[in-house]
């Protein structure tokens, strides 16, 4: 069962396209991955799943129900976090998570007790005085905690640090065994890839792949850097391989995701003392598509 279903939605802002026909769906269960650079029209994209924007051509559909004439009624089972957080600024952190935990009629103490904990937040401090990270951590608790059945979150780790991303990595994680629908946006393959089960990239207002990270893997290059105790030699024969640079015993080289196993395994013959890999970027990934 489709749990987001978008037909062909078009939405123009005066001169500009923000988005051009695009669809897109989204099964129970799913995690899925929207990813594209600034711009590219992912805000708008979640505004219209919200109801908060209206297509002007195609409709939006979140369970099975019209996202702008239904607007009310889908809100009951959305979590959602902005992408800029603005809070009320003479109210606490706390005062705001009760405040949606109210609206949502569910009040778990406990859960946000832990998610206070686990994501570092002073709950008792006055929104104003919190930095963005701290801004975006009051939203995400908020959703967290409330229990809804999709998720909607937008580039929700731009302002945390490494460490906080991992726990809001653990907590999606988490919502996925209980077999909730989560819609993620990002400008940054790497940190939608783990937790994804579908990707979508979307560029000036078109979506241009779907398909999972397995499928993504023959447009994907990592960037490897390798020292050896002996010489490699005939690197540059090997399949996959590109743009190979050796300064004395360390090379480096670009490598097609799919043939990692096959070229480590060759290296692993000169004695790897160091390995280092960079994982493929967005903009590797649209050079690729459009080589192709
Ligand atoms: N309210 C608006 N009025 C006019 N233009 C808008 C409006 N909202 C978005 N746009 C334009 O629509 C396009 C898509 O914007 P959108 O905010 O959806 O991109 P995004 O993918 O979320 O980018 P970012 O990664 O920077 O958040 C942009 O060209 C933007 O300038
Ligand atoms: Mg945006």
Redesign the pocket.
Do not use: M
């Given at each position: 069962m489709n749990i987001i279903e978008l037909n062909n939605v078009t939405k123009t802002?005066?001169k500009?396209t923000?988005l051009d026909n695009i669809s897109l769906n989204v099964e129970k269960g799913k995690v899925y991955g929207f990813i594209?650079?600034?711009?590219?029209?992912?805000?708008?994209?979640i505004r219209i799943m919200l109801g908060i924007l209206k297509p002007d051509k195609g409709e939006a559909k979140l369970l099975n129900k019209d996202t702008w004439i239904d607007a009310v009624d889908i809100h009951k089972h959305i979590a959602y976090v902005p992408?800029e957080v603005s809070l009320w600024p003479n109210l606490t952190g706390g005062e705001v998570v009760d405040f949606f935990s109210k609206l949502k009629g569910n009040s778990n103490k406990e859960k946000k007790e832990e998610l206070y904990s686990k994501f570092d937040l002073d709950p008792s401090k006055k929104c104003r005085t919190y930095s963005k990270g701290n801004r975006q951590k009051v939203a995400l608790v908020a959703a967290l905690a409330s229990d809804a059945e999709i998720y909607i979150f937008?580039?929700p780790t731009s302002g945390l640090d490494p460490l906080m991303e991992k726990v809001f990595q653990e907590y999606v994680y988490e919502l996925k065994k209980q077999n909730k629908t989560i819609f993620l946006?990002s400008?940054i393959l790497s940190e939608v890839e783990k937790l994804c089960d579908v990707i979508s990239i979307?560029r000036e207002?078109k979506i241009v792949e779907t398909g999972s990270l397995n499928d993504f893997r023959h447009l994907t290059r990592s960037q490897i850097t390798v020292e050896t105790k002996d010489e490699i030699k005939d690197l540059h024969l090997q399949k996959g391989v590109y743009d190979i640079e050796t300064v004395g015993l360390k090379t480096t080289f670009q490598l097609d995701s799919y043939k990692f196993g096959n070229i480590i395994k060759f290296i692993s013959k000169y004695d790897i003392t160091k390995l280092e890999s960079a994982p493929p970027t967005l903009e590797d990934l649209f050079m690729r598509h459009y080589e192709k």
């Open positions: 802002f005066g500009v923000a594209g650079p600034n711009g590219a029209g992912k805000t708008t994209t992408g937008d580039e946006s400008h979307i207002g």
